[in-house]
């Protein structure tokens, strides 16, 4: 348990490797570009506006105020980049997951994955993603209902930080590894059962992604890195079982 709780976590310091490889860095530079642009242009809007407010509320006579005021503004615009900016680069680099774990995968397997081509796949894959994404929110609305009630429960609220960990360390691992999945057509339920099997596996690896969304700057690389990661452990580990429960 304890050796397959570690190697799932070293495959997200593998996941580093990996998105610095030549022909795989475009999958990871444009949709960091994007969120980039995005959050400079709501710092920039809302440094305008905060100017603004400070304008309406402070007399001549409080203009010293500035001074404090603005390094609070600062602190929290930073906060807010750190701690939101994995949410927004899961949204908006999900295009680009598949096509991340497509071409790592193409290069340790030493093969492309043929099926990929053509319109009549991306429309289907198109689907099968977002009814996983529909899934992952009931199976996650589902699951937070009691875990936030435990917090009421006196006694057994000592225990939820710990529950909630564990329950977020797994919902990253069926978050990233639904990337490469989703290239082979399976479905959100295939990943629950598939990893369900390799328990320790996926608690180790959404483990170590949790701590990487936890680390300013860090944070700002985990999707492309979980994407990797979760790729590498597909092809290693979860693939030969996947084929294996497919036949008959």
Known sequence: MIIQFTSGARYVARGFGLISQSGVRRYVIIPLLINTALFGAAVW????QFEAFLDWLLPAWLGWARWIL????????????FYTFTLIANLI???????????????MSGRPLLQSQGAAYLIRSSVTAILNELRKLGYLLIRTIPLLILFLIPGLNVLAPFAWLAFSAWMLALEYVDAPMGNHDLTFHDGRRLLSENRSLALGFGGAVLLMTSIPV???FAMPVGVAGATAMWVERLRASAVRSAQP
């Open 218 to 220: 860090l944070n700002f």
């Open 93 to 107: 680099g999900a295009p680009f997951n598949g096509l991340l774990a497509e071409r790592l995968e193409a290069r």
């Open 70 to 81: 603005w390094p609070l503004f600062a602190v929290t615009a930073l906060l807010i980049v």
């Open 45 to 48: 809007y809302g440094a305008n």
